[in-house]
């Protein structure tokens, strides 16, 4: 089987999709309505779900990006305020939660300002499931615009109009570019909408206007998901919701694939002590990036995406010594494979032989140093 639903209302496609956490595959986390009356990312989440499934034997290309990525789709993750929304482009009724919150400013702040203790059972729900699922790319789509937002959406210190730069910006600016420029419109400022000059139809979310609590922040900082937030139209409640639901998945059909094939482009691989124990919580720094990823997976595996270069990239774990790979070339649309393999800070002070250099280890002199 290739397709599972969840309580949560998630629908997961991959191959062999019953005993999807066991695979070495990159996640990716697709969320629609949010608010409740942004309705386009519904139908298309619901139409991406339908076409993968249906066209998984009958396509080669959809057959393969099943088979070596894992979907996780949540058409409606506020379905109380989808239920209580009416047709409108502008208004607000039915955006917020049954108990009167807006998600998107309800999620854990990494700055010190707006920190939020209190979160709604959809929040909650949506952390618990992102943090089950180890995402490597995320989006959330709403409404209301066209356009990709990109972080940071909120930075202390700098007024909504200036540009927030987040560790990982030239790469958020690839992710939002591809998605865009594979777009029917978004790319094209002429089609934008209500005035809008969003070059490149992409826009950092600070420099738009400003935001704390967001869902996209928090997927990169406390989940290493790298998200961006789809703006899919002008009008958040259209009357026309099946005509607008069909141009939708026109519109939007090679931004999906095209966004979903950059979870490929990573430098993935698995942190290990020398007896195979995954070593979980280890960190994967790359040079010259202060945002480093960490093993989440129970199996020891991590991603990281990049864009095409070569990096210098070290592994580190309390307790452990460090490890440094050199001359890590990452090209476009491949994944590198680079294990790691640590050494127990006890094990030398014990004075144990440990051969650091172990053929069954995917270790070679000259590729790895201790630090």
Not at 222 to 242: H, M, R, W
Not at 293 to 307: A, I, K, S, T
Request: hydrophobic share 35%; with cysteine; glycine share 8%.
């Amino acid at each position: 089987a290739v397709v599972s639903t969840q309580s949560t209302g998630t629908v997961t496609i991959t191959k062999n999709v019953s005993h999807w956490e066991d695979h070495n595959r990159p996640s990716v986390k697709y969320v629609g309505n949010m608010h409740g009356n942004e309705i386009r990312g519904r139908g298309l989440l619901m139409k991406l779900a339908y076409y993968l499934a249906t066209q998984y034997n009958a396509d080669s290309e959809v057959q393969r990006l099943v088979d070596s990525t894992i979907f996780h789709l949540i058409p409606s993750i506020n379905p109380d305020g989808f239920n209580n929304a009416v047709p409108s482009c502008s208004g607000v009724t039915g955006r917020y939660t049954s108990d009167g919150t807006d998600m998107n400013r309800d999620f854990p702040n990494h700055w010190t300002i707006g920190t939020k203790m209190k979160f709604a059972t959809e929040t909650l729900l949506l952390m618990e499931h992102a943090k089950t699922i180890t995402p490597v790319l995320g989006i959330s789509f709403h409404d209301g615009a066209l356009v990709t937002n990109y972080p940071w959406d909120g930075q202390p210190g700098l007024y909504t109009g200036q540009y927030a730069k987040s560790p990982d910006d030239d790469l958020f600016i690839s992710l939002a570019k591809t998605y865009s420029y594979n777009h029917a419109a978004m790319y094209d400022v002429s089609q934008q909408c209500n005035g809008d000059s969003f070059a490149d139809g992409i826009t950092n979310g600070n420099k738009w206007y400003k935001v704390f609590n967001g869902m996209q922040d928090w997927n990169y900082v406390d989940n290493d998901c790298f998200e961006v937030t789809i703006e899919l139209g002008c009008c958040k409640y259209p009357s026309d919701a099946q005509t607008t639901f069909s141009s939708v998945w026109s519109d939007n059909f090679n931004s999906v694939f095209a966004f979903t094939a950059l979870a490929h482009q990573t430098v993935r691989g698995t942190v290990m002590t020398l007896d195979g124990t995954p070593l979980l919580g280890a960190t994967i720094s790359v040079e010259g990036i202060e945002k480093g990823v960490h093993v989440r997976h129970e199996n020891g595996y991590y991603w990281r995406p990049l864009r095409s270069g070569v990096y210098t990239i070290t592994a580190t774990k309390t307790g452990y010594f460090p490890l440094i790979r050199r001359n890590v070339a990452v090209t476009a649309g491949e994944t590198t494979v680079v294990n790691f393999i640590l050494i127990s800070r006890n094990q030398v002070l014990n004075h144990e032989k440990v051969d650091i250099y172990h053929p069954e280890k995917n270790f070679k002199p000259g590729e790895e140093d201790l630090l």
